[in-house]
């Protein structure tokens, strides 16, 4: 079982790196396009961005830590995957493996 929870762990590591590198590209973009965006735009825009990153690593640290309580506890049918849905350019939608049946926000 801890083998499967540093896999979890790794997997939740990898998922963090893509959501910063995603916030780091958005980002540039912004700075890149503020030659046409007034400077308030472009501050409300890059706040928006670290918030929907905030929200997506701590949802993303909530399934988690459900599915290490999950492999701990023996729950065999419980898959180890985390994977990220694209759902549009701009919104991330953190879920667990769909065979489970429940989408974690």
């Not at 762990?9 to 959501?19: F, G, N, P």
């Amino acid at each position: 079982m801890q083998a499967m929870c540093k896999v979890v762990a790794k997997s939740c590591e990898d998922v963090k790196q893509s959501i910063r590198r995603a916030r780091q590209k958005a980002l540039d973009t912004i700075k890149k396009a503020s030659s046409g965006v007034s400077k308030d735009h472009a501050k409300k825009l890059e706040k928006e961005i670290d918030d929907l990153t905030k929200k997506f690593i701590k949802s993303l640290r909530i399934c988690a830590k459900r599915k290490r309580k999950r492999l701990l506890l023996g729950d065999k049918d419980t898959p180890v995957k985390l994977r990220i849905s694209l759902r549009s350019k701009k919104e991330l939608q953190p879920v667990e493996d769909l065979a489970l049946g429940d989408v974690c926000l």
